[in-house]
């Protein structure tokens, strides 16, 4: 059985954690207090740590960047759960300290799905760091983005755009979704936004006169696609 381990400031809530997550088949460990995290960590062994404020640490990024830097656990991936988006964007994004991000308050459905993807099963192949499509390279272990060998400059925000429609190229991705995923669940953003941030990854992408591939599907969302309507 694959096991979680949780920290939680809260006990309340960790326990409320526990019984969710045990209920899709995980066994699952909490603790509330920084100081028992990593002996907890040595005793379970978890596949997967996710990342809350402690009762005495406050700060979930700086509880992600303290483990990290330890090397028994940097093999283990974990999911912070961040305050905001600015949070998640420094964790996941700047400073790579953890595998993958929630920005709370998020639904039942996201957490599940973070962590089936975050599981052993898909560990087992090497993880992806590089993006290949129509000329267009995303690396994103140097956060380089090159279209026909030339640099690209893109902000964070265009940057994880770019890479969630990299993921499965042709595929389209609603408003709804980038939302969500780039900005957080929370995140005060509406679709106008969503859109202003694609003109300036199309832009970026068509500089030097390159072919249009950055597809917009009327009512649906956006993808990446050669075969641009």
């Known amino acids: 059985m694959p096991s979680v381990l949780i920290t939680q400031k809260s006990k309340k809530a960790a326990e409320n954690f526990q019984e969710l997550i045990r209920g899709w088949g995980y066994d699952v460990a909490v603790t509330t207090e920084l100081d028992t995290i990593l002996d907890t960590i040595k005793t379970v062994k978890p596949d997967i740590i996710i990342l809350g404020a402690t009762a005495d640490e406050p700060s979930s990024l700086k509880l992600s960047r303290d483990l990290r830097a330890k090397p028994f656990n940097i093999n283990i991936p974990s999911l912070l759960i961040a305050v905001d988006s600015e949070e998640a964007d420094v964790a996941f994004l700047t400073e790579g300290t953890v595998d ?37 390279v995303l690396n994103s272990r140097s956060y380089r983005v090159t279209r026909d060998g030339v640099p690209l400059h893109l902000t964070p925000k265009c940057y994880r ?24 669940i929370k995140a005060n953003v509406d679709k106008r936004t969503v859109d202003v941030h694609i003109k300036r990854l199309r832009a970026s992408l068509n500089k030097g006169g390159a072919v249009n591939i950055l597809r917009t599907v009327r009512g649906a969302g956006y993808s990446i696609d050669v075969n641009v309507l």
Do not use: H, N
């Open 100 to 136: 993958d991000c929630l920005v709370s308050p998020f639904s039942i459905d996201d957490l599940k799905d973070k962590l089936e993807a975050l599981m052993p099963s898909q560990l087992d192949k090497p993880k992806q760091e590089i993006f290949e499509y129509a000329g267009v």
């Open 161 to 184: 755009i770019l890479k969630r429609l990299l993921e499965k190229p042709t595929d389209v991705v609603s408003r709804e979704a980038l939302m969500s995923d780039i900005w957080g």
